[in-house]
């Protein structure tokens, strides 16, 4: 799966790269050392829509009527119910509980980590749980490095290598076709300002997408839109906490702690999902 998501985004950045010059279907096949047709059949198979539609989501243009159309009521609680049944990763599937102020302060101590790497449609993602829930999510193959980033966050925790109920209920969260989900818990170590942005950013329906000012204004902080990119840049939960939804309001995605490259695939495959029936 790692190498068929390395070829999408490998395919994903040279069409992004060259849409202008109306690249065709034979020049991204030849890119990403496919032919036509078993590129074109990879593709579909991932996205559920062409390549020429998935460019078509990661345009500007269309981020852009998403954010005026879609912003207004994006907060409002009866929206968010009323999407239940279709937008997956938002407050009614995902519980954030903030880690007391000792185990903040402790580094962890006297608390035990399972930590596992699971293949997704985004590549190698890396996840860690406490008993209370996730506390790290991470696109990695790396795992050297995973587990070193993890131990400088809680120096002081007991760690194993380990599957556990946590991280089978985020990982099939990547996957469309399972209807009967368990609500996934997350336990995490952030300031109170961080805890509030990473909140509401599970308020943010798969299909859709805000601005950094928006969400500060969501929160009741409208002047401190910058303070919220910080603490959505400081995310430690990769794709269960969106912050991927937030763009530039030029409708440019921006930046992505995980890869630039793999907030355009996320992104594209979440509106392909839900929004493949709109005009564009």
């Known amino acids: ?31 990403v050392h496919l032919s036509p047709f078993h590129f074109q059949r990879l593709f579909s198979d991932w996205a559920g829509v062409s390549p020429k539609k998935f460019v078509q989501y990661l345009q500007t243009d269309f981020a852009k ?56 449609l985004f590549g190698t993602c890396f996840i860690a749980s406490t008993p209370k829930g996730i506390c790290s999510m991470a696109f990695s193959a790396d795992q050297e490095a995973s587990i070193r980033a993890l131990k ?36 995490l170590k952030g300031t109170p300002f961080q805890l509030k942005v990473w909140q509401a950013l599970l308020q943010l329906p798969a299909g859709t997408c805000s601005t950094y000012k928006q969400l500060a204004t969501a929160i009741g902080h409208p002047k401190a839109y910058r303070a919220v990119g910080t603490a959505i840049g400081q995310n430690p939960v990769a794709y269960l906490i969106p912050c991927h939804r937030v763009i530039q309001a030029t409708g440019h995605f921006g930046g992505y702690r995980w890869e630039p490259v793999r907030k355009k695939a996320i992104l594209g495959w979440e509106f392909a999902q839900f929004r493949k029936h709109d005009e564009v």
């Open 65 to 120: 009527r998403l954010l005026r159309e879609e912003q207004p009521s994006l907060f409002d609680a009866h929206l968010q119910t009323g999407l239940s049944s279709t937008s997956r990763l938002h407050d009614l599937f995902v519980q954030l509980e903030g880690m007391t102020p000792a185990q903040f302060k402790n580094q962890g101590q006297g608390i035990s980590i399972n930590y596992q790497w699971y293949e997704t």
């Open 152 to 187: 400088m966050e809680f120096p002081l925790a007991n760690f194993k290598e380990q599957e556990d109920s946590f991280h089978q209920a985020a990982i099939a969260l990547f996957d469309p076709a399972i209807q009967q989900l368990a609500q996934v818990k997350l336990h």
């Open 1 to 31: 799966m790692q190498l068929n998501y390395d070829r999408i985004a490998k395919a994903i950045g040279f069409i992004q790269d060259n849409f202008k010059s109306n690249v065709s279907l034979d020049d991204i096949a030849k890119h």
